[in-house]
């Protein structure tokens, strides 16, 4: 069973980055769909951005131009790199690891964007 463990949310300005990293134990992303997931309070968790094991990614339309996601299997880590961040951004963020027959979430790391 694999374990993840995000870090790195912390308050920022808008318009400020912050880098974001999910660390896997217990196994090997290499085998599985990586993503980050967000979910701000009263509403539901949402994709925000996902890479496949070949590096395809794809991106939700609020973050395209502004985040980047990225995978080391070396290092068994997932990482978020969010620039131009916006009040619109907070939330907490979840690290997520899938295949067809089993999910894997992480505790999650807040992100909350404010001046």
């Known amino acids: 069973q694999v374990q993840l463990v995000e870090s790195g949310g912390d308050l920022v300005q808008p318009g400020g980055s912050l880098r974001l990293s999910c660390a896997a134990s217990?196994?090997?992303?290499?085998?599985?769909?990586m993503g980050w997931y967000h979910q701000a309070p009263g509403k539901q968790r949402e994709l925000v951005a996902q890479?496949?094991?070949?590096?395809?990614?794809t991106y939700a339309d609020s973050v395209k131009g502004r985040f980047t996601i990225s995978r080391d299997n070396a290092k068994n880590t997932v990482y978020l790199q969010m620039n131009s961040l916006k009040p619109e951004d907070t939330a907490v963020y979840y690290c997520?690891?899938?295949?067809?027959?089993?999910?894997?979430w992480g505790q999650g790391t807040q992100v909350t964007v404010s001046s």
């Open positions: 217990g196994g090997s992303i290499s085998i599985y769909v």
């Open positions: 997520n690891a899938q295949t067809t027959s089993r999910a894997y």
């Open positions: 890479i496949t094991r070949s590096g395809i990614t």
